[in-house]
């Protein structure tokens, strides 16, 4: 069975500071990987995929960014955070070449003061 | 433009009804429809999809109805539980998945 670990589990951190969240799964190979951020209360909205190690495509501008060092490792991070970052991040796969049917992680919660 | 649409924003029904949640989506060419239900605090966890091919999909409690003609589709709970009580996110696909603003559906005991 597959398993979708994401690292920290939550993360309180101060405005201009960096960020490294992580996400690994397991049990499947070679999947695609997805960042999604949500708001609290809010919708899903889809920050990055790939679809091969070391291949990241963005999908929204939001002053992160992506990395896919291993088949099984997604990495968000950024060098400066905003208010704006605060919000719950999710990491996703899906099986390779069947992209909609995306299966999440248990989240990282981050509050940005 | 939102290209996935959700209504009610908010649900609240009694233990044992049938809760009704609907969806409509933009683009056409969508033809992948899965619902997803997520806990506070957790990651949102697939229940139920349909393919455009189909007009209805049954599991267990939940049931989705498509009407393709219209692009509208809805997801029914029927014997509701408290333990039902959850944000509901129906999602539309032809490749990327794009997120309705999901309904938040209480269950009361």
């Known amino acids: 069975a597959q398993t979708i670990h994401q690292w920290p589990v939550a993360e309180i951190k101060a405005v201009g500071s960096p960020l490294s969240l992580g996400c690994t799964i397991k049990?499947?190979?070679?999947?695609?990987l997805y960042w999604y951020w949500q708001a609290t209360g809010g919708t899903l909205q889809q920050l990055f995929y790939?679809?091969?190690?070391?291949?990241v495509e963005s999908v929204v501008q939001l002053n992160l960014s992506a990395s896919r060092p291993k088949d099984d490792q997604f990495i968000l991070s950024t060098e400066k955070l905003l208010l704006s970052h605060s919000g719950f991040y999710l990491c996703?796969?899906?099986?390779?070449?069947?992209?909609?049917?995306?299966?999440f992680g248990p989240g990282t919660r981050l509050t940005v003061l | 433009q939102q290209q996935v649409r959700q209504s009610p924003q908010s649900l609240t029904v009694w233990e044992g009804e049938t809760a009704i949640l609907n969806c409509s989506y933009e683009?056409?060419?969508?033809?992948?429809f899965p619902w997803y239900q997520q806990f506070p605090g957790e990651g949102p966890a697939l229940l139920i999809s349909?393919?455009?091919?189909?007009d209805k999909k049954e599991d267990g409690r939940f049931t989705i109805f498509f009407n393709k003609r219209e692009k509208k589709l809805s997801l029914h709970i029927t014997d509701s539980q408290p333990g039902d009580s959850a944000t509901y996110f129906c999602?539309?696909?032809?490749?990327?998945?794009?997120f309705g603003s999901g309904t938040k559906l209480t269950v009361e005991p």
């Open positions: 999602a539309a696909s032809d490749n990327v998945l794009y």
């Open positions: 683009d056409s060419t969508f033809n992948y």
């Open positions: 790939s679809i091969t190690v070391g291949q």
């Open positions: 049990g499947k190979s070679s999947p695609n």
């Open positions: 349909i393919r455009s091919v189909s």
């Open positions: 996703a796969w899906s099986p390779r070449d069947i992209y909609a049917e995306q299966f």
